[in-house]
């Protein structure tokens, strides 16, 4: 298929099957919601909005932490999305419940292949960002993370200190953006590994050379997919982060309400649950388009259908 036609089958698929994608989805990104709020409820226990100003490490330390975890999460989701789609690509009957329980029994497999793929491919970016705080936390005020008013009134209390954060950060920014560049082509070379790993049984390391070869060609085609997935789930959160954004701007240097940090945690629950199954929907279709380019999947699979050659075992789904 072209890549409209992925994206026309993609639409197809997540509109016919959307309570089951889309509760697949909501699984995880219910378990993504209540990380995010222990993180909201572990500032709270820090004294947000006055946040001791020896917990700036910690407190950073903290939201790597919660973004490793939604990271892993959203793998898991993806996993199960990816079981979902491959049994009704291949017309067999799927449910929330036996798609979400399917990532169990393999779970420490797919766990390992993300830590490896995100590891690989963003181990750069990351060493940079440990490096833009480290600055930060150098130069700027002291209480600059637990003073709500301390950035805003920074550049008259200390310019010099201001001007070379500034410049720090200048120095880093091309390195930044070439890290970015590398995590997103790594992530495409590593975009198949998923699908490949949930298919067809395979180990981490297997997915992952399985990725390389299966993905090359079609690099480009799945970046525009993700690109477009990226753009709906940027304006959904335009959208539910509205009223935040219009605060901040009416009170800037003020402390963002509690209960408006928690609401904008439940629009970002939401838009996990309607956008999550798209990319993943996508990724699958790639998964079996590149099989069929490159190895004849569907002659393959016709012939298994006629019971020319045996079935692969693909893991069914179990009914209770």
């Known amino acids: 298929m072209a890549l409209g036609e992925i994206l026309d089958r993609t639409a197809e698929l997540y509109r016919t099957h959307f309570l089951l994608f889309a509760g697949i989805s909501a699984i995880f990104a219910g378990i993504m919601l209540a990380v995010q709020l222990l993180y909201l409820r572990s ?3 820090l004294g947000y909005p006055n946040l001791m100003a020896h917990w700036q490490w910690g407190t950073a330390s903290i939201a790597v932490l919660e973004a490793l975890a939604i990271l892993m999460l959203a793998g898991l989701s993806i996993a199960a999305i990816n079981r979902a789609v491959a049994w009704v690509y291949l017309e067999k009957s799927a449910t929330i ?13 797919y766990l390992w292949l993300m830590t490896i793929t995100a590891f690989r491919a963003w181990t750069p970016f990351a060493a940079l ?3 833009f705080i480290g600055i930060a936390f150098t130069v700027l005020p002291h209480d600059f993370m637990t003073n709500p ?5 920074a550049a008259h209390q200390d310019p010099t200190a201001v001007a070379a954060a500034g410049i720090g950060m200048l120095i880093l920014l091309p ?14 070379r590593y975009s198949l590994a998923v699908p ?11 997915a992952i050379k399985r990725s390389v070869v299966l993905s090359l060609g079609s690099r480009g085609r799945i970046f525009v997919l993700g690109l477009l997935v990226y753009a709906v ?16 701007f009416k009170h800037p240097g003020q402390p963002l309400p509690l209960v408006w940090m928690i609401m904008a945690q439940i629009g970002g629950f939401v838009t996990s649950t309607l956008i999550g199954p798209i990319y993943s929907t996508g990724l699958t279709l790639f998964y079996y388009d590149q099989r069929i380019r490159k190895e004849g999947f569907d002659i393959e699979w016709m012939m298994q259908a ?3 050659v045996p079935r692969p075992e693909l893991p069914a789904p179990e009914h209770s």
């Open 196 to 206: 490949a790993c949930v298919v067809e049984d395979l180990s981490a390391s297997g």
């Open 306 to 308: 006629a019971g020319l």
């Open 175 to 188: 390195f930044f953006f070439l890290a970015l560049l590398y995590g997103v082509w790594m992530s495409l």
């Open 233 to 248: 789930r940027m304006l959904l959160g335009i959208l539910f982060g509205f009223p935040m954004i219009a605060l901040a």
């Open 129 to 131: 960002y440990v490096g």
């Open 149 to 153: 008013a301390a950035m805003q009134h």
């Open 97 to 109: 419940r036996d798609a979400a329980r399917s990532v169990l029994p393999r779970l420490r497999t």
């Open 43 to 45: 500032l709270i226990s």
